[in-house]
Each structure stands twice: as structure tokens, then as C-alpha cells.
């Protein structure tokens, strides 16, 4: 177990001699308090994860860490001009989407699962992290588009009849009001 937290300490310390907004509060914070940047960092990381266990409204805080950063990084990745920012981030959306849609018809069972607001915040985090492999990635590419080449063409044809269904209605519509 010691190993493990050192390695993740090596590893949020690596993370920190980066530059952004994050380190830079931090280094501000670490000059200010004279505690390590690691130490208020590795803090920072106890305290909500304490807070998603025993915390008022930690339903909120989770889902404002799956929605805030890839909302932020989505907008970032629109505006640049690479096209794989905007494929990893259409990803992260596709899966964050699915995994709240099965979360809302499982709500019952959920709320008997003592760490479920942990695991959730620490699950959307490896679906949005910036590496090769991150959750988002791995279930669009496993499970989201094998299921959606295989269905592609049943909903397709079940939304072109929703849409000339649709378009049939506004026409009646259009010449009932047009009558009146």
C-alpha cells in the first residue's frame, strides 16, 4: 500500500512542475503557506474525496467535476484547428451521455452503494483524462461504436419514418389552419 501512494505522489509531483493554471495557484498557495505544492495538491485530492464520501451535496460536486473541465476543454478543442481534440472530447460526451442515462434508470440501486459518488468522479475522470487509453476511448471504441455499426442502418430507417411522420403532421396541421 505504501508503494502505491508513493507512486502516485511521484507521479502528482511530476504532474505539478507543469504549467497551468492548476500549478500556478498552487506554487502561489505553496509560497504563501510554505507547504509543498505536492502536499497541498495530494491534500486538495483527500478532501474531495472525503467530501464525495461523507459530504453534503456531493452528487453535485462529482457531476461538476464530469461536466466543468470537458465543457472548458470542449470549447478549447471547437476552437483549435486539430480535428483529434474534437473526436477525443465528441467521445467523452458520447459515453458521459450513456453512462447518465443508465444512471438514471439504476438511481434506485445506486443509492444502497456507500462510495458510489467516489467511484463515479474517479470513473468520469479516467474517461476524460489526457492520455492514450482513457476511459472514453476505450468504452467508445469497446462497446459504443461496435453496437452503433450494428444499428446504424434499423435507426436510421426508424428516424426517417419519425421525420416523415413528423413532416405529414405539420402539413395537416398547416391546412387545418389555413381552413380556420
Known amino acids: 500500500m505504501a508503494s502505491q501512494v508513493n507512486a502516485f505522489l511521484e507521479t502528482l509531483d511530476r504532474h505539478l512542475q507543469e504549467k497551468n493554471m492548476v500549478t500556478n495557484l498552487l506554487t502561489m498557495a505553496e509560497k504563501k503557506t510554505g507547504v509543498k505544492k505536492l502536499y497541498l495538491a495530494a491534500g486538495g485530492v483527500g478532501v474531495i474525496a472525503l467530501w464525495l464520501i461523507f459530504g453534503y451535496a456531493a452528487q453535485l460536486l462529482c457531476n461538476s467535476i464530469g461536466f466543468i473541465y470537458p465543457a472548458y476543454a470542449s470549447i478549447k478543442a471547437i476552437e483549435s484547428h ?15 451521455s450513456m453512462f447518465s442515462i443508465f444512471e438514471f434508470f439504476s438511481d434506485i440501486f445506486l443509492d444502497w452503494f456507500p462510495l458510489y459518488w467516489l467511484a463515479k468522479c474517479i ?22 461504436k461496435p453496437y452503433f455499426e450494428k444499428h446504424q442502418g434499423s435507426v436510421d430507417n426508424l428516424l426517417n419514418k419519425a421525420g416523415a411522420a413528423v413532416h405529414k403532421l405539420a402539413d395537416k396541421a398547416a391546412d387545418a389552419a389555413k381552413k380556420d
Open 82 to 96: 486539430k480535428k483529434d481534440d474534437d473526436t477525443q472530447w465528441l467521445m467523452y460526451w458520447v459515453v458521459f
Open 123 to 144: 470513473f468520469l475522470i479516467w474517461c476524460f483524462l489526457p492520455i492514450s487509453g482513457n476511459g472514453a476511448t476505450t468504452i467508445y471504441s469497446r462497446i459504443v
